[in-house]
C-alpha cells in the first residue's frame, strides 16, 4: 500500500486505473473475495509460491535473490551477478540506511534511502532512526549483521498490532550501543545529527487478541474497518490482513 504522511500516515490501495484512500474508508465495512493469482514478476495465473511470485520466479527473478532478505550477500560492489547484474547493479549500488525502529521492540533494520520513510511505515514503526548512511547495500548488511548482535532484526507482528504492549526506549543509550557495536570501517558512515521520526498510525481501536485471516482458504470476508497500521488492515472483530504477504492474491474489495 503507498503511503504518505501527514498528522497521522495516509495509507492508500492501489486498484485497477485508480486508487483509494483507506483513511477515509475507517468504520466503514469492507468485503473481501478471493479471486485467483497473478504473480508480480510474469503476471501468470499459477498458485503464488512466496513473496507474490509463482515458484519459477521466485527461483529465477533477480528481485527474488537471496540479497534481498540477507543484503550481507550483495556482489554487485564487486562485479559479480547472482542473477541478473544491471538489475543488481540498480538497487544495490545506492545510498542505502541502517537504522533502529521501534515497532512491537526495537529492532535493527536496513533500507534505501529512497525507501524512507516507508520501510519505517510498512513496519509499523512508531519511532525510527537513521543510524548510517552508506554508499551501497553491502557495507549496510555488514552493519546490520554487527548490529544483530545487540538488537533484533524481526518484527513481532501479533505484539505490532496490540498497541498497549510496544516497550519504551531510551534512545540515547540505544543509539550509543549501536555505534559502539559498529565495525570501525563502517564508523565514518554514521548519521551524527538526531533524527528521530515519530509517526502515528490511523488506528481507531486495537485488536485486544489478534485472528490473521487467510484469504485464500476463506475465500470471503467482510468486517468493519478499524484502522491500518504497518501493512495490515485491522478489523473490530479483531480480524486483520496483512496486504503485503498476500501480494499476487487477485481479490475483490468492496465497501458499504
Known sequence: MPTE?????????????????????????????????????????????RQGFCKKCFFESPQAGDWIMRPELSKAHLDIEDRDLAYEKKVQLQPHIVYLALSSHLKVGITRKSQLPTRWIDQGAHQAMALLEVPNRYLAGVGEVALKAHFSDKTNWRKMLQFNEIEAVDWTEARNTAIDALPNDLKPYIIHENNLLQLDFPVERYPDKVKSLNLVKEENYTGVLKGV???????????????????????????S
Open 5 to 49: 504522511i501527514t498528522e497521522k500516515v495516509h495509507y492508500y490501495l492501489n486498484l485497477p486505473n485508480q486508487f483509494l484512500q483507506l483513511n477515509q474508508c475507517i468504520n466503514k465495512t469492507l468485503t473481501m473475495h478471493f479471486k485467483g493469482y497473478e504473480c508480480l514478476n510474469c503476471s501468470s495465473h499459477e498458485t503464488i509460491f
Open 229 to 255: 497500521k504497518g501493512q495490515y488492515l485491522i478489523f473490530e472483530d479483531n480480524t486483520v490482513f496483512n496486504v503485503r504477504s498476500n501480494e499476487g492474491l487477485v481479490v475483490e474489495f468492496s465497501f
